[in-house]
């Protein structure tokens, strides 16, 4: 359990997280909004207080491993793990610049500390179930757990389904997934676009275990992922109720956002919001 001065060094990591997302954004005039500042939490809590893992030794041995789906969200990525230590905080203003190592997508040969690359969307998940498959032939898959954030809308796509029939059907009981459930995408809300719903019972019907939670509570989180971690019979997901935009009350809940940067303007703005 998640104590009350950790939660708060957690939420400093993630204002600090969004702060560093919009100014990278600004700084590219091109990326993604939305989402980024919506997963902050996650991400916090992920690098630090979850995972096993190491920024001296990227290729650590006993580390977790993380895998972002959604590769397009990778702002918030490079600003947690610079925060954490595996790069440069001065780098981050390189993002997509021609021959920078953050690029719009993440390429793994060229960050220590990425897993995968990523960004055809609906891919990760698959990816993510080879490797935890791969944890067992190694008969490491009772210390090391593969963790696979992906976003609600890939959940469109039939290949999220391929991964999550086998990842059942092999009781992957070392992967969570974690969906970032703030019900838009480029064109709309998702349910709008596409409708998803009943995700609950679809996740429940490829043999995972399914835990609902809001996902910018810490502690909800850190309890979901303790749950997830003793499933020890099937694969787990994590549907995180997440507002895209979290922090920036001009984009909160406003799908326009999702691939829209902001001006400099709006940038200013968007950082006294979080300075709040």
């Not at 920024?55 to 990525?77: A, M, Q, T, Y």
């Not at 001009?250 to 709006?266: D, I, L, M, N, Q």
Request: net charge negative; hydrophobic share 40%.
């Amino acid at each position: 359990m998640l104590n009350d001065g950790k939660i708060k060094l957690l939420e400093e990591k993630a204002r600090a997280i969004r702060r560093l997302v919009i100014n990278m954004l600004v700084e590219a005039r091109s990326g993604h909004t939305a989402s980024p500042l919506g997963t902050a939490d996650i991400l916090a809590l992920l690098y630090f207080h979850t995972l096993k893992h190491d920024p001296k030794r990227p290729d650590w041995n006993e580390r977790d491993i993380f895998v972002l789906s959604s590769g397009h969200i990778c702002p918030v990525l490079y600003a947690a793990m610079s925060l954490a230590g595996y790069l440069p905080e001065k780098e981050l203003s390189t993002l997509r610049r021609f021959g920078s190592r953050l690029q719009g997508h993440p390429h793994r040969e060229w960050l220590p500390g990425l897993e995968t690359s990523s960004g055809p969307l609906g891919s990760g998940l698959a990816q993510a179930v080879g490797m935890a498959l791969g944890l067992r032939l190694d008969n490491l898959h009772t210390s090391r757990h593969v963790f696979c954030l992906l976003s609600d809308a890939e959940m469109e796509c039939g290949a999220t389904w391929e991964a999550a029939m086998l990842a059942g059907k092999e009781k992957l009981h070392n992967l969570i997934a974690i969906v970032d459930r703030n019900m838009i995408q480029i064109g709309g809300l998702t349910e709008e676009v596409m409708p998803l719903e009943p995700v609950i019972d679809k996740w429940k019907a490829f043999g995972w275990q399914v835990i609902e939670v809001d996902g910018h509570n810490f502690s909800d989180l850190d309890d979901a992922i303790g749950l997830a971690k003793a499933a020890w019979y099937k694969p787990a997901v994590i549907i995180a109720h997440t507002i895209p935009g979290k922090g920036v009350t001009a984009f909160e809940g406003r799908y326009e956002w999702h691939g829209k940067v902001p001006s400099k303007e709006e940038g200013r703005v968007a950082l006294d919001n979080l300075a709040k």
